[in-house]
């Protein structure tokens, strides 16, 4: 898709949006930009979260905001300009959801605050802050803390298969986060008696590879990284380890709703709750450099109880009472 048509697709889509409207009866109307690979239908959840967290702060349609919304789809070389355009359109503040999107609004200006989530898990490590307790420049956010979790992802995969070897792990190699994330399970993967087959994709085709692999060479297990490419190819993965009984872990609980045996993640009306805070501080006059980047304290461990039954699979019953959420 073009670069014109999806930005067009994109207003469409958000056109019935709570946040579309901008006739507005407030004498101060802050302007918020959003910087994704998604767009809102694209990751529903996510933005609903962030609606939500915007109304417990104050921040209502047609009275005291409005959103410039920029999303890249899986075409993140885009990001760069989506980018720049926030900042020549002189928004108050930049909200961005991924790695990706955090490093082009920090590379479009040193201006504009910018508040990260989606963060890529380390975000020293990619580069966005120089530290949590003092972020510095203008950046701050809150982590998802996905290097962490990601051997955690491998601990709940072997609770439900003990007998676990291979765990073939879906990530996106152009995106320096989840590229981090299977690093981390790579080497959290010894520690559980078990190795990480590495099937990295940069486009919709190479899921083709990615299964074929699986088929040669076939693991106990699936391991999902998300981001925009991989969570528009989803569904290819839950019909590929339906087809071949695979038990897949994934990383946000919608997956799991629609078919995904489990998935372990931030909760992510905590995690915008603490980001719109930040974009309240931000807007009230606060500087980033002086916020600290926050990490999540609630976790939700979702478990579909009929994807396991029909992999043939017995969920222990402390991993079930420790869920927040079972499909039955």
């Given at each position: 898709?073009?670069?014109?048509?999806?930005?067009?697709?994109?207003?469409?889509?958000?056109?019935?949006?709570?946040?579309?409207?901008?006739?507005?009866?407030?004498?101060?109307?802050?302007?918020?930009?959003?910087?994704?690979?998604?767009?809102?239908?694209?990751?529903?959840?996510?933005?609903?979260?962030?609606?939500?967290?915007?109304?417990?702060?104050?921040?209502?349609?047609?009275?005291?905001?409005?959103?410039?919304?920029?999303?890249?789809?899986?075409?993140?070389?885009?990001?760069?300009?989506?980018?720049?355009?926030?900042?020549?359109?002189?928004?108050?503040?930049?909200?961005?959801?991924?790695?990706?999107?955090?490093?082009?609004?920090?590379?479009?200006?040193?201006?504009?605050?910018?508040?990260?989530?989606?963060?890529?898990?380390?975000?020293?490590?990619?580069?966005?802050?120089?530290?949590?307790?003092?972020?510095?420049?203008?950046?701050?956010?809150?982590?998802?803390?996905?290097?962490?979790?990601?051997?955690?992802?491998?601990?709940?995969?072997?609770?439900?298969?003990?007998?676990?070897?291979?765990?073939?792990?879906?990530?996106?190699?152009?995106?320096?986060?989840?590229?981090?994330?299977?690093?981390?399970?790579?080497?959290?993967?010894?520690?559980?008696?078990?190795r990480v087959q590495p099937l990295g994709v940069r486009e919709p085709d190479d899921f083709d590879e990615a299964f074929a692999s699986m088929v040669r060479d076939p693991p106990d297990a699936i391991l999902m990284v998300s981001d925009a490419l991989t969570r528009l190819?989803?569904?290819?993965?839950?019909?590929?380890?339906?087809?071949?009984?695979?038990?897949?872990?994934?990383?946000?609980?919608?997956?799991?709703?629609?078919?995904?045996?489990?998935?372990?993640?931030?909760?992510?009306?905590?995690?915008?709750?603490?980001?719109?805070?930040?974009?309240?501080?931000?807007?009230?006059?606060?500087?980033?450099?002086?916020?600290?980047?926050?990490?999540?304290?609630?976790?939700?461990?979702?478990?579909?109880?009929?994807?396991?039954?029909?992999?043939?699979?017995?969920?222990?019953?402390?991993?079930?009472?420790?869920?927040?959420?079972?499909?039955?």
């Amino acid at each position: 898709m073009r670069r014109r048509e999806f930005i067009t697709s994109l207003v469409i889509a958000i056109s019935g949006w709570p946040f579309a409207g901008h006739a507005q009866t407030a004498s101060k109307v802050y302007r918020i930009g959003i910087l994704s690979t998604d767009g809102p239908v694209d990751a529903q959840p996510i933005f609903d979260a962030m609606l939500r967290g915007l109304a417990s702060h104050g921040y209502v349609s047609d009275r005291n905001v409005a959103l410039e919304i920029r999303a890249s789809g899986i075409h993140a070389e885009q990001l760069p300009q989506l980018a720049k355009d926030l900042v020549a359109s002189n928004v108050d503040v930049i909200l961005t959801f991924s790695c990706p999107a955090a490093v082009a609004a920090k590379t479009a200006t040193t201006i504009i605050p910018i508040v990260a989530t989606e963060s890529g898990g380390d975000p020293v490590a990619t580069g966005l802050v120089k530290s949590l307790s003092r972020p510095s420049g203008n950046v701050t956010g809150v982590s998802d803390m996905a290097i962490e979790l990601a051997p955690k992802r491998l601990e709940l995969i072997k609770e439900m298969v003990p007998t676990v070897r291979t765990v073939a792990m879906l990530w996106n190699v152009n995106d320096l986060g989840m590229t981090l994330r299977y690093q981390a399970a790579a080497d959290a993967a010894r520690t559980i008696g078990a190795r990480v087959q590495p099937l990295g994709v940069r486009e919709p085709d190479d899921f083709d590879e990615a299964f074929a692999s699986m088929v040669r060479d076939p693991p106990d297990a699936i391991l999902m990284v998300s981001d925009a490419l991989t969570r528009l190819n989803r569904r290819r993965v839950y019909e590929f380890a339906a087809e071949h009984r695979l038990p897949a872990t994934y990383e946000r609980a919608n997956y799991v709703r629609e078919g995904g045996l489990s998935s372990l993640s931030p909760d992510i009306d905590e995690t915008f709750d603490r980001a719109t805070y930040l974009v309240d501080r931000i807007l009230k006059g606060a500087k980033p450099a002086d916020l600290p980047f926050e990490q999540p304290t609630l976790f939700h461990l979702s478990i579909n109880l009929k994807t396991a039954k029909a992999l043939g699979l017995t969920v222990p019953p402390s991993l079930l009472a420790s869920a927040d959420e079972v499909i039955e």
